[in-house]
């Protein structure tokens, strides 16, 4: 968040009504069946996938690539827009395996909140603590959904605590469990005294409501068996007494967390969570800009780049450009200045998405996401305005942490590899090295199965064999300084010096003694492992 003072202009009604908000969590968590269960509730779809489903049975929506459907994990974000109520949800489905973070960070950077899932049997996970700070280093708000609790899973102060303890946030329960396990029969909502109760027939009903006046209303005992409701308000007791109240104003500044209980695959407890969305989270917020920051409730459009997406549609070797406005009432066909390359850029044929499927974007708002296809002339942290020469900053690009060589099964193909490694490259995929000495490239990624990603969609997008293989090489670094010394340390060290996909020079090493050389005979330049995306 980066401004919550009240001093701020009242944003326009249709851009108060967006709510824009990435899903994170550890892999397996339960997060791209929650996604889906948004999208039912939304009315987007009219039945939710399984991400490993049977035969006939429904595929999810978000996971449209074919890695992701065979091995039922995500590998890229996707967007979705949909409507809940008077609300315009924006959603962002983000990779939960950690060897696609960098995607995820970046879809951070285009959001306003966060929707953390929690595993009630496991509790807090690495990654989901790797992905929290990344939020944490932005303010942004967090809202927690504790899924799975039709399974066995641990104590609920014992998951509140390590919430506390680990993320160093406060939580408060917005909504408290009855029951675990097998014995898991619904919540109680908190927030409006409602008893909500589980069918465990139907998974894609909506949960039954009863309405309840307080704890202490009889109506409790005829729904709920005696011996979980005595410990069901035992526990309700401790927690109001040992729980922070729900603060709005400590919610939208990122230091509190209400967290709901409830179990995505069986579609419980999810619109208790879509309505604290809608109610808690925070409308478009102003973007971290150069030179000012851009406000959503200015008229003219401004937006940016956070992710490209190639060959969403094998078919047309489609590039989509995902970009997240920042200002203004867009509509189809306008002008916008494309900032890096200071040229006009009629967007003709934007589109809104629901995963795979995308329809003609005839207007859009400040806070939502649109995808604008293109050949190549959108990259990652490019920015769009209707003219001002403003650009998005904090759109990060990491150094990877694994090198390989990368060669095309046929060398009469080598001319084709080079193209998809540039797409993949654009797309942030992976970085691609040049070497200065000898041919071939060298492929960077953070994670190892990335790798796999690649050789798989390179063969089956350009139906191009390849094999990666291991390169001298452990690690990169950008070079920045002074031309005149960059040159000079390019000169001298010819071995290690490649150049990335933007022509930028890259220092590769074997060992650390390679930078602690290079930083002990160049004092004035700096081997940076993070590059902002732009320029």
Known sequence: MLDTNTNRPELPPEIARRRTFAIISHPD??????????????????????????????????????????????????AMSFDFGKYRFNLVDTPGHSDFSEDTYRTLTAVDAAVMVIDGAKGVESQTQKLFEVCRLRDLPI?????????????????????????????????????????????????????????????????ETIEINGLDDPKLAEHVPAHLLEKFLEEVEMAKELLPALDPKSVLEGHMTPIWFGSAINSFGVQELMQGIANYGPEPQPQQADPRAIAPEEK?????????????????????????????????GMKLTHVRSKKPMAVSNPVLFLASDRELAEEAWAGDIIGIPNHGQLRIGDTLTEGEMIRATGIPSFAPELLQGVRAGDPMKAKHLEKALMQFAEEGAAKVFKPNIGSGFIVGVVGALQFEVLASRIEQEYGLPVRFEPSQFTSARWILGDKDEVEKLVNANKQHIAHDNDGDPVFLTRLQWDIDRVERDYPDLKLSATKEMMV
């Open 300 to 332: 003219k459009v401004a937006g940016f780049v956070f992710k490209v997406q190639a060959n969403m549609d094998p078919k047309h070797r489609d590039r989509v450009a995902f970009m997240r406005l920042a200002s203004g009432h867009f509509k189809r």
């Open 29 to 78: 968590a339960g997060k791209t069946t929650l996604t889906e269960k948004f999208l039912l509730y939304g009315g987007a779809i009219q039945m939710a996938g399984q991400v490993r489903a049977k035969g006939e049975a429904r595929r999810t929506r978000s996971d449209f690539m074919k890695m992701e459907q065979d091995r039922g994990i995500s590998v890229s974000a996707s």
């Open 143 to 207: 809202l927690t959904f504790c899924n799975k609790m039709d399974r066995e899973s641990r104590d609920t102060f014992d998951i509140i605590d390590e919430i506390q303890e680990n993320l160093a946030i406060d939580v408060t329960a917005a909504s408290w469990p009855i029951g675990m396990g097998r014995d898991f029969m619904g919540c109680y909502d908190l927030l409006n005294d409602r008893l909500e109760l589980m069918d465990r027939a139907d998974r894609n009903v909506v949960a």
